[in-house]
Protein backbone atom coordinates (compact mmCIF):
# COMPACT_ATOMS: atom_id res chain seq x y z
CA UNK A 1 0.00 0.00 0.00
CA UNK A 2 1.43 3.23 -1.58
CA UNK A 3 1.69 5.91 1.69
CA UNK A 4 3.63 8.83 -0.04
CA UNK A 5 3.51 10.28 -3.58
CA UNK A 6 7.42 11.12 -4.19
CA UNK A 7 8.13 14.75 -6.07
CA UNK A 8 10.89 15.43 -7.95
CA UNK A 9 11.69 18.63 -9.34
CA UNK A 10 14.73 19.66 -11.67
CA UNK A 11 15.37 23.09 -12.43
CA UNK A 12 14.27 24.63 -9.05
CA UNK A 13 17.29 22.57 -7.76
CA UNK A 14 19.53 24.82 -9.81
CA UNK A 15 18.41 28.33 -8.69
CA UNK A 16 20.82 28.52 -5.63
CA UNK A 17 19.40 31.18 -3.27
CA UNK A 18 16.02 31.34 -4.76
CA UNK A 19 15.67 27.62 -4.49
CA UNK A 20 13.60 27.51 -0.79
CA UNK A 21 10.71 30.94 -2.53
CA UNK A 22 10.66 28.26 -5.52
CA UNK A 23 9.76 25.27 -3.73
CA UNK A 24 7.37 27.09 -1.23
CA UNK A 25 5.75 27.97 -4.30
CA UNK A 26 5.52 24.99 -5.36
CA UNK A 27 3.91 23.35 -2.23
CA UNK A 28 1.64 26.46 -2.12
CA UNK A 29 0.25 25.45 -5.37
CA UNK A 30 -0.33 21.99 -5.28
CA UNK A 31 -2.37 23.06 -1.76
CA UNK A 32 -4.27 25.33 -3.62
CA UNK A 33 -5.25 22.65 -6.47
CA UNK A 34 -5.85 19.83 -3.88
CA UNK A 35 -8.35 22.23 -2.62
CA UNK A 36 -9.44 23.94 -4.88
CA UNK A 37 -10.22 20.47 -6.64
CA UNK A 38 -11.17 18.68 -3.64
CA UNK A 39 -11.84 20.99 -1.32
CA UNK A 40 -9.15 19.19 1.21
CA UNK A 41 -6.33 19.67 2.58
CA UNK A 42 -3.46 18.02 1.92
CA UNK A 43 -0.33 17.05 4.09
CA UNK A 44 3.31 17.53 2.74
CA UNK A 45 6.72 16.86 3.77
CA UNK A 46 10.14 18.86 2.53
CA UNK A 47 13.59 17.01 2.64
CA UNK A 48 16.10 18.20 0.51
CA UNK A 49 15.45 17.56 -3.13
CA UNK A 50 12.24 15.96 -2.78
CA UNK A 51 8.59 17.11 -1.59
CA UNK A 52 6.51 14.07 -0.47
CA UNK A 53 2.35 14.38 0.05
CA UNK A 54 1.28 11.98 2.76
CA UNK A 55 -1.68 9.98 1.46
CA UNK A 56 -3.41 8.98 4.62
CA UNK A 57 -5.12 6.25 3.45
CA UNK A 58 -6.00 8.19 -0.10
CA UNK A 59 -5.33 6.42 -3.43
CA UNK A 60 -2.18 8.26 -5.18
CA UNK A 61 -3.94 8.12 -8.54
CA UNK A 62 -6.28 10.66 -7.34
CA UNK A 63 -3.46 13.03 -7.12
CA UNK A 64 -1.80 12.29 -10.45
CA UNK A 65 -3.58 14.60 -13.21
CA UNK A 66 -3.04 17.58 -11.00
CA UNK A 67 0.64 16.88 -10.17
CA UNK A 68 0.90 15.72 -14.37
CA UNK A 69 0.28 19.19 -15.42
CA UNK A 70 2.46 21.30 -12.25
CA UNK A 71 4.77 23.03 -13.83
CA UNK A 72 7.97 22.57 -11.79
CA UNK A 73 7.55 18.97 -11.32
CA UNK A 74 9.79 16.33 -13.51
CA UNK A 75 8.44 13.33 -12.37
CA UNK A 76 6.59 11.40 -9.08
CA UNK A 77 6.22 8.32 -7.83
CA UNK A 78 3.99 6.74 -5.48
CA UNK A 79 5.99 5.55 -2.60
CA UNK A 80 6.17 2.77 0.43
CA UNK A 81 8.03 4.29 3.42
CA UNK A 82 9.57 1.25 4.94
CA UNK A 83 12.49 1.24 7.71
CA UNK A 84 16.53 1.51 6.27
CA UNK A 85 16.14 -2.58 7.87
CA UNK A 86 16.90 -4.86 5.20
CA UNK A 87 14.84 -7.74 6.49
CA UNK A 88 11.94 -5.15 6.66
CA UNK A 89 13.28 -3.45 3.02
CA UNK A 90 13.04 -6.93 1.66
CA UNK A 91 9.24 -7.66 3.16
CA UNK A 92 8.13 -4.28 1.55
CA UNK A 93 8.99 -5.03 -1.59
CA UNK A 94 7.95 -8.83 -1.94
CA UNK A 95 4.66 -7.41 -0.79
CA UNK A 96 4.87 -4.89 -3.31
CA UNK A 97 5.53 -7.53 -6.02
CA UNK A 98 2.15 -9.60 -4.99
CA UNK A 99 0.77 -6.16 -6.22
CA UNK A 100 1.96 -6.02 -9.92
CA UNK A 101 0.56 -7.46 -13.11
CA UNK A 102 0.69 -11.14 -13.40
CA UNK A 103 2.07 -11.39 -17.28
CA UNK A 104 5.72 -9.55 -15.60
CA UNK A 105 8.38 -11.82 -16.83
CA UNK A 106 11.44 -10.04 -15.87
CA UNK A 107 12.19 -7.34 -13.07
CA UNK A 108 15.54 -4.95 -12.14
CA UNK A 109 15.94 -3.99 -8.76
CA UNK A 110 17.73 -0.22 -8.74
CA UNK A 111 19.04 0.80 -5.32
CA UNK A 112 20.84 4.10 -4.37
CA UNK A 113 21.71 5.52 -0.52
CA UNK A 114 21.83 8.59 0.18
CA UNK A 115 23.06 7.40 3.93
CA UNK A 116 27.05 6.86 3.07
CA UNK A 117 26.66 4.55 6.65
CA UNK A 118 24.52 2.16 5.88
CA UNK A 119 26.34 -1.43 5.80
CA UNK A 120 25.83 -1.77 2.46
CA UNK A 121 26.77 0.00 -0.50
CA UNK A 122 24.09 0.33 -3.49
CA UNK A 123 24.71 -2.60 -6.23
CA UNK A 124 24.60 -5.33 -3.01
CA UNK A 125 21.38 -4.03 -2.16
CA UNK A 126 20.22 -4.58 -5.70
CA UNK A 127 22.00 -7.69 -5.89
CA UNK A 128 20.74 -8.94 -2.79
CA UNK A 129 16.92 -8.20 -3.14
CA UNK A 130 17.52 -9.69 -6.79
CA UNK A 131 18.09 -13.05 -5.53
CA UNK A 132 15.59 -12.72 -2.89
CA UNK A 133 12.95 -11.83 -5.33
CA UNK A 134 13.93 -14.60 -7.33
CA UNK A 135 13.25 -17.12 -4.43
CA UNK A 136 9.84 -15.85 -3.77
CA UNK A 137 8.44 -15.38 -7.61
CA UNK A 138 10.92 -18.22 -9.43
CA UNK A 139 8.40 -17.54 -12.52
CA UNK A 140 10.39 -14.35 -12.78
CA UNK A 141 13.99 -13.44 -14.28
CA UNK A 142 16.18 -10.50 -14.02
CA UNK A 143 17.08 -8.23 -17.13
CA UNK A 144 18.91 -5.24 -16.53
CA UNK A 145 18.44 -4.06 -20.18
CA UNK A 146 14.83 -4.14 -20.74
CA UNK A 147 12.58 -5.00 -17.72
CA UNK A 148 9.37 -5.71 -17.86
CA UNK A 149 9.05 -3.73 -13.94
CA UNK A 150 11.56 -2.05 -12.33
CA UNK A 151 12.17 -2.05 -8.80
CA UNK A 152 13.59 1.05 -7.30
CA UNK A 153 14.79 1.20 -3.42
CA UNK A 154 15.96 4.56 -2.26
CA UNK A 155 17.71 4.39 1.44
CA UNK A 156 17.78 7.74 3.61
CA UNK A 157 18.82 8.47 6.08
CA UNK A 158 16.07 6.74 8.81
CA UNK A 159 14.22 4.81 6.17
CA UNK A 160 13.87 4.09 2.84
CA UNK A 161 10.98 3.77 0.68
CA UNK A 162 10.80 1.43 -2.12
CA UNK A 163 8.49 2.36 -5.81
CA UNK A 164 7.91 0.57 -9.32
CA UNK A 165 6.91 3.56 -11.27
CA UNK A 166 7.85 7.22 -12.04
CA UNK A 167 5.69 8.94 -13.81
CA UNK A 168 6.38 12.25 -15.98
CA UNK A 169 5.47 15.61 -14.65
CA UNK A 170 5.84 18.50 -17.43
CA UNK A 171 8.77 19.62 -15.90
CA UNK A 172 10.06 23.19 -15.87
CA UNK A 173 9.31 26.10 -13.35
CA UNK A 174 6.71 26.53 -10.44
CA UNK A 175 3.71 28.91 -11.83
CA UNK A 176 4.20 32.55 -11.96
CA UNK A 177 8.03 32.59 -10.91
CA UNK A 178 9.72 33.75 -13.46
CA UNK A 179 8.28 37.39 -13.99
CA UNK A 180 4.64 38.58 -16.20
CA UNK A 181 5.15 38.49 -20.33
CA UNK A 182 2.40 39.68 -22.45
CA UNK A 183 1.15 36.96 -25.10
CA UNK A 184 -0.06 37.70 -28.41
CA UNK A 185 -3.13 34.82 -28.33
CA UNK A 186 -4.77 34.63 -31.30
CA UNK A 187 -7.80 32.17 -32.42
CA UNK A 188 -5.17 29.59 -33.89
CA UNK A 189 -3.09 26.58 -32.40
CA UNK A 190 0.45 28.11 -32.25
CA UNK A 191 0.11 30.83 -29.84
CA UNK A 192 -2.07 28.94 -27.14
CA UNK A 193 0.90 26.41 -27.17
CA UNK A 194 3.69 29.58 -27.56
CA UNK A 195 2.10 30.50 -24.06
CA UNK A 196 1.69 27.34 -22.36
CA UNK A 197 5.48 26.78 -22.98
CA UNK A 198 6.42 30.02 -21.46
CA UNK A 199 3.59 29.45 -18.54
CA UNK A 200 5.34 26.50 -17.99
CA UNK A 201 9.22 28.20 -17.74
CA UNK A 202 7.01 30.19 -15.07
CA UNK A 203 6.32 33.16 -16.94
CA UNK A 204 3.42 35.27 -15.76
CA UNK A 205 1.26 35.21 -18.88
CA UNK A 206 -1.22 37.14 -19.70
CA UNK A 207 -2.70 37.92 -23.02
CA UNK A 208 -3.89 40.52 -26.01
CA UNK A 209 -6.38 40.02 -28.40
CA UNK A 210 -6.93 41.75 -31.64
CA UNK A 211 -10.26 41.27 -33.17
CA UNK A 212 -11.77 43.18 -36.03
CA UNK A 213 -15.91 43.22 -35.39
CA UNK A 214 -17.73 42.56 -37.81
CA UNK A 215 -15.13 41.02 -40.71
CA UNK A 216 -14.69 38.55 -37.08
CA UNK A 217 -17.45 36.89 -35.25
CA UNK A 218 -18.51 37.22 -31.84
CA UNK A 219 -17.85 33.39 -31.53
CA UNK A 220 -14.12 34.28 -33.04
CA UNK A 221 -14.11 36.32 -29.92
CA UNK A 222 -15.72 33.26 -27.38
CA UNK A 223 -13.26 30.77 -29.10
CA UNK A 224 -9.87 32.94 -28.28
CA UNK A 225 -11.98 32.63 -24.09
CA UNK A 226 -12.13 29.23 -24.36
CA UNK A 227 -8.42 28.66 -25.23
CA UNK A 228 -7.41 31.78 -22.73
CA UNK A 229 -9.66 29.42 -20.05
CA UNK A 230 -7.81 26.66 -21.33
CA UNK A 231 -4.14 28.13 -20.56
CA UNK A 232 -5.82 29.03 -17.12
CA UNK A 233 -5.94 25.31 -16.11
CA UNK A 234 -2.13 25.43 -15.84
CA UNK A 235 -0.85 29.29 -14.98
CA UNK A 236 -3.93 30.20 -12.85
CA UNK A 237 -6.20 33.10 -13.20
CA UNK A 238 -5.28 36.07 -15.88
CA UNK A 239 -6.35 38.79 -17.77
CA UNK A 240 -6.90 39.26 -21.73
CA UNK A 241 -7.51 41.96 -23.11
CA UNK A 242 -9.20 42.50 -26.14
CA UNK A 243 -8.28 45.13 -28.49
CA UNK A 244 -10.75 46.60 -31.66
CA UNK A 245 -8.63 45.98 -34.42
CA UNK A 246 -11.11 47.24 -37.29
CA UNK A 247 -10.62 50.69 -38.01
CA UNK A 248 -6.91 50.04 -38.21
CA UNK A 249 -7.18 47.40 -40.73
CA UNK A 250 -9.58 49.59 -42.79
CA UNK A 251 -7.06 52.35 -42.73
CA UNK A 252 -4.51 50.40 -44.00
CA UNK A 253 -6.96 48.50 -46.55
CA UNK A 254 -7.21 51.78 -47.74
CA UNK A 255 -4.35 53.68 -47.69
CA UNK A 256 -1.47 50.93 -47.70
CA UNK A 257 -0.02 48.86 -50.67
CA UNK A 258 -1.83 45.01 -50.90
CA UNK A 259 1.52 43.27 -50.33
CA UNK A 260 2.30 45.51 -47.41
CA UNK A 261 -0.98 44.66 -45.21
CA UNK A 262 0.34 42.23 -43.21
CA UNK A 263 3.38 43.39 -42.28
CA UNK A 264 2.05 47.00 -41.74
CA UNK A 265 -1.05 45.03 -39.42
CA UNK A 266 1.83 43.33 -37.28
CA UNK A 267 3.32 46.49 -36.78
CA UNK A 268 0.38 47.91 -35.43
CA UNK A 269 -0.23 44.68 -33.12
CA UNK A 270 3.37 45.00 -31.82
CA UNK A 271 3.24 48.56 -31.15
CA UNK A 272 -0.10 48.17 -29.22
CA UNK A 273 1.01 45.35 -27.30
CA UNK A 274 4.15 47.05 -26.01
CA UNK A 275 1.92 49.80 -24.80
CA UNK A 276 -0.36 47.82 -23.04
CA UNK A 277 2.53 45.69 -21.50
CA UNK A 278 4.35 48.70 -20.49
CA UNK A 279 0.83 49.11 -18.70
CA UNK A 280 1.12 45.56 -17.32
CA UNK A 281 4.41 45.66 -15.85
CA UNK A 282 4.82 42.98 -18.32
CA UNK A 283 8.40 42.88 -19.44
CA UNK A 284 8.50 40.67 -22.49
CA UNK A 285 5.84 39.74 -25.48
CA UNK A 286 5.30 36.14 -26.12
CA UNK A 287 4.38 35.31 -30.07
CA UNK A 288 3.49 31.64 -31.71
CA UNK A 289 5.42 32.88 -35.09
CA UNK A 290 8.05 29.93 -36.23
CA UNK A 291 10.30 30.70 -39.03
CA UNK A 292 8.88 30.26 -42.46
CA UNK A 293 5.51 28.86 -41.57
CA UNK A 294 3.64 31.89 -43.35
CA UNK A 295 4.53 34.80 -45.11
CA UNK A 296 4.57 37.26 -42.06
CA UNK A 297 7.21 34.77 -40.74
CA UNK A 298 10.15 34.77 -42.67
CA UNK A 299 13.32 36.12 -40.82
CA UNK A 300 12.94 39.30 -43.02
CA UNK A 301 9.45 39.52 -42.21
CA UNK A 302 10.09 39.51 -38.58
CA UNK A 303 13.06 41.92 -38.69
CA UNK A 304 10.77 44.29 -40.48
CA UNK A 305 7.87 44.18 -37.57
CA UNK A 306 10.17 43.65 -35.12
CA UNK A 307 11.91 47.24 -35.83
CA UNK A 308 8.63 48.91 -33.92
CA UNK A 309 9.26 48.41 -30.82
CA UNK A 310 11.79 47.94 -28.22
CA UNK A 311 10.64 45.30 -25.79
CA UNK A 312 11.68 41.41 -26.45
CA UNK A 313 9.98 39.10 -28.20
CA UNK A 314 10.01 35.48 -27.05
CA UNK A 315 8.88 33.31 -29.59
CA UNK A 316 9.12 29.84 -27.99
CA UNK A 317 7.90 28.00 -31.43
CA UNK A 318 10.68 29.54 -33.09
CA UNK A 319 12.26 26.57 -34.46
CA UNK A 320 9.75 24.12 -34.30
CA UNK A 321 7.90 21.96 -37.21
CA UNK A 322 4.15 22.22 -37.52
CA UNK A 323 3.56 19.32 -36.43
CA UNK A 324 5.87 19.08 -33.46
CA UNK A 325 3.33 22.30 -32.21
CA UNK A 326 0.27 20.26 -33.23
CA UNK A 327 1.19 17.55 -31.14
CA UNK A 328 1.67 19.59 -27.93
CA UNK A 329 -1.29 21.39 -28.65
CA UNK A 330 -3.25 18.13 -28.41
CA UNK A 331 -1.38 17.09 -25.05
CA UNK A 332 -2.15 20.34 -23.45
CA UNK A 333 -5.87 20.28 -24.91
CA UNK A 334 -6.21 23.36 -26.59
CA UNK A 335 -6.35 21.95 -30.32
CA UNK A 336 -10.37 20.77 -30.94
CA UNK A 337 -10.62 24.13 -30.27
CA UNK A 338 -8.04 26.07 -32.64
CA UNK A 339 -9.36 24.28 -35.42
CA UNK A 340 -12.69 25.61 -34.59
CA UNK A 341 -13.50 27.46 -38.34
CA UNK A 342 -13.62 30.93 -36.96
CA UNK A 343 -11.70 33.76 -38.39
CA UNK A 344 -9.03 35.01 -37.18
CA UNK A 345 -9.09 39.13 -37.77
CA UNK A 346 -6.10 38.56 -40.46
CA UNK A 347 -7.76 36.13 -42.72
CA UNK A 348 -10.68 39.10 -42.97
CA UNK A 349 -7.64 41.43 -45.09
CA UNK A 350 -5.69 38.79 -46.57
CA UNK A 351 -4.03 40.67 -49.72
CA UNK A 352 -3.29 38.05 -52.96
CA UNK A 353 0.35 38.19 -52.61
CA UNK A 354 1.84 38.77 -49.29
CA UNK A 355 5.36 40.41 -49.18
CA UNK A 356 7.68 37.76 -47.74
CA UNK A 357 10.84 39.86 -47.94
CA UNK A 358 9.49 43.28 -46.71
CA UNK A 359 11.61 46.64 -46.13
CA UNK A 360 11.67 48.36 -43.33
CA UNK A 361 11.77 51.75 -45.18
CA UNK A 362 8.89 50.66 -47.74
CA UNK A 363 6.63 50.17 -44.71
CA UNK A 364 7.73 52.78 -43.00
CA UNK A 365 6.52 54.99 -46.60
CA UNK A 366 3.32 53.43 -46.41
CA UNK A 367 2.73 54.33 -42.83
CA UNK A 368 3.19 57.55 -44.02
CA UNK A 369 -0.29 57.67 -44.91
CA UNK A 370 -1.72 56.59 -41.70
CA UNK A 371 -2.46 58.42 -38.31
CA UNK A 372 -0.14 56.05 -36.43
CA UNK A 373 -0.21 57.28 -33.06
CA UNK A 374 -4.41 58.42 -33.53
CA UNK A 375 -4.63 54.82 -34.42
CA UNK A 376 -2.88 52.72 -31.63
CA UNK A 377 -4.55 55.92 -28.89
CA UNK A 378 -8.20 54.98 -30.13
CA UNK A 379 -7.58 51.36 -30.02
CA UNK A 380 -5.77 51.23 -26.37
CA UNK A 381 -8.73 53.59 -25.38
CA UNK A 382 -11.43 51.22 -26.51
CA UNK A 383 -9.41 47.87 -25.32
CA UNK A 384 -11.58 45.71 -22.96
CA UNK A 385 -9.98 43.57 -19.97
CA UNK A 386 -11.58 40.26 -19.38
CA UNK A 387 -10.25 38.18 -16.28
CA UNK A 388 -9.52 34.73 -17.27
CA UNK A 389 -10.68 32.11 -14.18
CA UNK A 390 -10.47 28.40 -14.08
CA UNK A 391 -14.30 28.23 -13.92
CA UNK A 392 -15.56 31.74 -15.76
CA UNK A 393 -14.31 34.40 -17.56
CA UNK A 394 -16.41 37.65 -16.28
CA UNK A 395 -15.64 41.28 -17.50
CA UNK A 396 -13.94 43.56 -15.69
CA UNK A 397 -14.14 46.35 -17.04
P1 LIG B 1 -1.49 31.20 -34.61
O1 LIG B 1 -1.68 29.76 -34.91
O2 LIG B 1 -0.98 31.46 -33.23
O3 LIG B 1 -2.69 32.01 -34.97
P2 LIG B 1 -0.38 31.70 -37.16
O4 LIG B 1 0.38 30.52 -37.65
O5 LIG B 1 -1.78 31.88 -37.62
O6 LIG B 1 -0.32 31.66 -35.57
P3 LIG B 1 0.17 34.48 -37.78
O7 LIG B 1 -1.22 34.76 -38.17
O8 LIG B 1 1.29 34.97 -38.65
O9 LIG B 1 0.50 32.95 -37.55
O10 LIG B 1 0.40 35.05 -36.35
C1 LIG B 1 1.64 34.95 -35.74
C2 LIG B 1 1.50 35.29 -34.27
O11 LIG B 1 0.97 36.62 -34.14
C3 LIG B 1 0.49 34.42 -33.57
O12 LIG B 1 1.06 33.22 -33.14
C4 LIG B 1 0.09 35.31 -32.43
O13 LIG B 1 1.05 35.29 -31.41
C5 LIG B 1 0.06 36.69 -33.08
N1 LIG B 1 -1.29 36.99 -33.58
C6 LIG B 1 -1.80 36.79 -34.81
N2 LIG B 1 -3.08 37.19 -34.88
C7 LIG B 1 -3.40 37.68 -33.67
C8 LIG B 1 -4.58 38.25 -33.08
N3 LIG B 1 -5.71 38.39 -33.76
N4 LIG B 1 -4.53 38.64 -31.80
C9 LIG B 1 -3.39 38.50 -31.08
N5 LIG B 1 -2.27 37.97 -31.57
C10 LIG B 1 -2.26 37.56 -32.84
MG1 LIG C 1 -3.41 32.63 -36.77
Redesign the pocket.
Known amino acids: MYDHILIRYGEISLKGKNQRRFIKKMIKDLKFKVKREYGERVETDYEKGRIFIRLNGEKPEKYYPILENMFGIVSFSPVIKTGTDFEEITETVLKEMQELPEDIRTFKVTSKRSDKSYPMQSPQISRTLGGRILDAFPNLAVDLHHPDQDIFVEVRGDYSYVYTRNIKGPGGMPVNSAGKGL??????????V?GYLAARKGIDVSA????SYPYTSERAKEK?LTLAQKLSDYKGNFVIHL?P?TEIQEEIAKNCESSYW?TIM?RF?FRISERIAAEQECIAL?????VG??A??TLSSMATINQVISIPVLRP?VTMDKDEIVSIAHRIGTFET?IEPYD???TAFLPKEPKTNPQIFIAEDNEEYLDVEGLIDRAVEKTEIVRITKEQSEELF
Open positions: LLLSGGIDSPAIHFYVVFIRMITGESQVSQLSDCC
